[in-house]
């Protein structure tokens, strides 16, 4: 990502969402600033890359419903949730695993009414500061769910979308702990007995019809050495996991995270 690091303030941040709904307000377009009714949109992932992603799950939701004086705000909610597919399924081949530490999240929420629309007075930078928490919570529960845990915020920084847009984006740590063993050819099995070390970046902007939220996680060690770790000094992993599959399952495990950092990265300012 073309990402600018620094100290910025919650205040800040909400200023620069309410600033790109007021933009393109003035504009006059459709959807969430003209007040759309029925299904929020899917969000649309346009990069490639996303072809070696799979979605597993997706959601709709209200986000939070608030009043603001003589105005209730909801925020409505259209997830999709994705896994790498290759490390899924190599995973699963290997330790019967299900689930991927190797994942990804496209939302899109809508305001109902939308920015442009409150009265004077509302206080449109309290309705952003709630927006971006809610967006920035969920995507905590979604790791959660995907199974990543004690999620912290280690950097915040601004990016550049493809649209054009700044988006807020932080970079997190978490880990992943994995639930297997690795079958050995003694019959016996080797216990995977440490979690893997986990990174994810998450954007939220404003595009000036809706709030986009965006991010991944992954892990920041190749999957092939943890089993490596697992195994005794006797058994080769890479040997060890062509054995149980084959050599394509073990290249997948191999992965190096600068790999899954750069998709993360491409696939995050390509969602619309």
């Known amino acids: 990502m073309d990402e600018h690091s620094g100290a910025r303030s919650t205040r800040t941040t909400r200023r620069r969402l309410l600033a ?12 969430c600033l003209g007040g759309r009714d029925g299904p929020v949109p899917e969000p649309e992932v346009t990069s490639d890359r996303i072809e070696d992603w799979r979605q597993t799950d997706g959601s709709e939701s209200t986000v939070f419903e608030q009043s603001y004086g003589p105005v209730t705000v909801r925020a409505l909610e259209r997830t999709r949730i994705f896994e790498y597919a290759p490390v899924a399924d190599a995973l699963a081949e290997t330790i019967d695993a299900s689930g991927s530490p190797v994942v990804f999240f496209a939302t899109r929420i809508d305001l109902r009414p939308a920015v442009d629309q409150l009265p004077a007075g509302v206080g449109r ?14 995507f905590r529960a979604q790791l959660r769910t995907a199974g990543i845990e004690d999620v912290e915020v280690a950097e915040e920084m601004t990016t550049t979308v493809r649209s054009g847009h700044t988006a807020t984006a932080w970079r997190l740590t978490g880990e992943y702990p994995i639930d297997g063993g690795i079958p050995l050819p003694t019959g016996s099995t080797a216990e995977i007995d440490r979690p893997l070390e986990i990174e994810a970046r998450l954007g939220v902007w404003h595009d000036g019809t809706d709030v986009i939220v965006a991010g991944g996680a992954y892990p920041t060690e190749p999957l092939l050495e943890i089993f490596d770790a697992a195994l005794p000094d006797s058994v080769d992993a890479e040997t060890a996991v ?13 992965t190096d995270p600068a790999a899954y950092d750069e998709d993360v990265s491409q696939l995050l300012i390509s969602v619309e």
């Open 242 to 254: 062509t054995q149980l599959a084959d050599a394509e399952t073990a290249e997948a495990l191999a």
């Open 125 to 138: 930078d309290r309705v952003m500061s709630e927006v971006e928490t809610a967006a920035t919570d969920a």
């Open 20 to 31: 790109g709904g007021a933009a393109i307000g003035t504009v006059g377009l459709a959807g």
